[in-house]
């Protein structure tokens, strides 16, 4: 009697997928899963105490010639926590932009990269309650945090505005694990003019 091979599929089948399932969490584990990950965050400093920019007798900000009212010290962080490198081409739509909610932009004082390759950027400045930060495709490698430092008047909250193609993007609280490195970076106020470039008038 010829035996029929085809009773034993659900059986073939059945092993197969439980063969499957630890591949698959080994693969998981050893490689990571398909989509990226990045966090974006912000903190803003003011430069002058509070209220001291209303009376036009006190202490003044300028920078690059323009008085800022409400002046702030922005630092603008984006760090890949995924699993792999983000390319160029998952830049949707050519940038990716973020914008810093409730302030206008005087400009950029410093780029940083943890890995010393420095993040193409480009800026929408000098309009009232506009502060667009554009990030043009860069290579951001797995683990590598970007930061921006601008002058802002107003507080400066991050916001994106764009997408990365195939990746989560997670919008931290200044309180979050990894925005405490930025809050070690704080100065005194006269060792930021002299590293920015910008004037404090009496």
Known sequence: MQHDYRMDLPIILSALALVGIPVTIFASRRWGTRRGKVVVGS????????GAHRNSDDLKVVFRGNEVQDPHLVRLLLRNVGPHDITPEQFD???FLVELTGSTLYGLVRILSSDGVEPDIS????TNQIADVSFHPTLLPKGVTWVVE???????KSKVRSRLINTDISEAETS??????L???????EVLAAFFGFVLRR
């Open 176 to 181: 979050s694990l990894g925005l405490g490195l």
């Open 123 to 126: 800026t929408h400045e000098g």
């Open 93 to 95: 739509g050519g940038e």
């Open 150 to 156: 601008a002058i802002v008047s107003g507080a400066g």
């Open 183 to 189: 809050r070690a970076m704080a100065t005194p106020l």
């Open 43 to 50: 903190i803003s400093t003011p430069l002058l105490a509070s």
